[in-house]
């Protein structure tokens, strides 16, 4: 039967080619789209997973008075010190590594200002980044990014002055673009602290304790995010309705717990592309795929009535007739399906040599949103290799779906194979 | 010799007309039975409704002892297949297979070896004298070319009986007569049943019985 079905297939190759063009272009579609869906994901996800933490805890807060002194961004709220100690002990959790985020107003400039603890992780990555000097030995020493080091003339072991406080260049770090929290200068946490505490503005705006912080990286299990996370929405008591909002809508004084989830859906918006959108393409790609061959299967088998009425003549059951009709269509299924697949691999071997912009959310970004001088800073746009692979599971179930469309092909011509009587079709043909 | 065939009160009737009326016959095993008549007679809808390959809608038919009017159409396929051959008058060879593939389609749905299926029809084709021509298309023989390749496929299952409806119709006098030949030896040599319609008053003659039938009913036999 399948020796037959292959020559039938090759002696009416142009009425088959239809049905395994189209069986081809619908695995592409399938396949791409669906590529595309998981490709995208990941690359919202890529800008997180540079952090190379779990969990990111940030808190909305006012808006400063006036552009004056040492100030936290309002996404960056500060956040107490004792949080540090619970957060850690909860279970599932691996590290807790925190830092103050500053933008410092002095008179003639702008500068971010980033405290952090050396020995933790996040203070070791921007450690590993360093090209010159050494990382800061006393409260005084700061690093200095090589862009703003460039741009301000800065050389090692040069004094500079951080909202009335001397400073001395201990080293230079080359962290742009590899980090979503890069800043312009990195000094010891106590340092950050100590010119957050002495901060007018700041003090009038949201009140910092000495051991304040103002974002919290949490490294835990990578199975145990969600319930890690459930946790410290328990633990980080949300305010209540009542208070403010921030100038992008948000709620004054809740807690932002980011995990590499609540990232992506909040950055995937960006493209365009969902996975409701990629399901209602696909459905509307097998719903018309499945239309096309059934009126290309109608006629086919309507042009070969005579031939299934000789067959039925000579003994063939409307069974066997149909058994022959599915081995066909999924003969041409088949070799659509790997028409279809030899094409997105080429498809998307293509895409993967392409590059993709991701644009990191003003909560998240780490310059001030009124600084209209650069616009591009506010929203920094990260470049990758667009990450897109080919699925082999998700192509396996393309195989099902379209097996399972040939079947219903099939059932859905099985009335008409039924229906047709010997007699009949060679009384008239 | 024993009745291969009982038909008892057939009727059947097309669109308005009453094809068959109320036909009773016996074929015996080894009979050469001619049915002789008319265009429009109801000599092919008799054979068709002898051969199970139609319903009648009156009457009984008992082929070797089976009433096969009481069978749906895909239990008269399977009696079909393992019962019977049938010769048509437009041969009705599938263009897309080969001599050798056309003899063998009986057997397809079978399932059995492509080996086993290829050498009983190549033993087929050679009782018919076609070895020569095996994979050859429908459309690269000639018209009693093709008629040997239906018989050849009549006979691949080795039927109880073999219908022929017109079967030298489209063949010149002596490729008909050679056809003719073959259905004699056939019966003769091997003591295959046949029944066979033609219209021809010539053929008529060589069969060893003749039923003559006339607007759907049996004049004389």
Known sequence: MIGYALKELRKRKRKYLLNIMVIGLVVVLLI???SLGVAFKEASRLPFENIHSSIIIQRNGNVPENTS???????????????????????????????????VFDKDSFKRVLGMNWNDDRGKRIGSE???????QSDEDAL???AYAQQHGLKLNQKMRLSGTDFTVSGIVETTGKDILSSDLYVNLNSAQSLAYSSKNLQETEKFAKNDVNIIFVDSDQTRVKDVTGKLKTLLNPPTSSAGKTPTGQITGAYNI?????????????????????????????VGALLVIIKSMSHTLLERRKEFGIMKAVGFRSRDIRREITIETILQAIIGYCIGVALSLVAIFALAKTTVSIAIPWEMSPYPHFLTSNPN???????YLFPIKFEAMYSVEVLIAILVLSLLTVSVLARYINGLKAMEVLRYE | MNEIIIARNLSKTLGSVKAINAVSLDVKEGDFLVIQGSSGSGKTTLLSLLSGLDKADAGEIKFGGEDITSMNEDDLALFRRKNVGIVFQSYNLIPTLNV?????????????SKEKMFERAKA???????????????????????????????????????FADEPTGNLDTETGQKMMNLFKSLNKQKGLTIVMVTHDDGLAKEADRLIKIKDGVVTNE
């Open chain 1, 32 to 34: 791409t789209l669906n």
């Open chain 1, 69 to 103: 002194g040492a100030v936290t961004p309002c996404s960056l709220a500060p956040i107490k010190g004792e949080f540090i100690l619970q957060i850690g002990k909860i279970e599932g959790v691996k590290e807790v590594s925190y830092g103050l985020f500053l933008w």
């Open chain 1, 130 to 136: 360093l090209i010159e000097g050494s990382l800061p």
């Open chain 1, 144 to 146: 200095v990014e090589r």
């Open chain 1, 258 to 286: 980011y995990t590499p989830e609540s990232f992506e859906s909040q950055i995937s918006s960006l493209f365009l592309i969902s996975d409701k959108l990629i399901l209602v393409l696909s459905l509307v790609v097998l």
């Open chain 1, 377 to 383: 800073l506010i929203a920094p746009v990260q470049t």
């Open chain 2, 100 to 112: 050798l593939e056309n003899i063998a389609l009986p057997l397809f749905p079978e399932g059995s």
């Open chain 2, 124 to 162: 087929a084709a050679e009782s018919v004298g076609l070895s020569h021509r095996l994979n050859h298309y429908p459309n690269e023989l000639s018209g009693g070319e093709q008629q040997r390749v239906g018989l050849a496929r009549a006979l691949i299952n080795n039927p109880k009986v073999i």
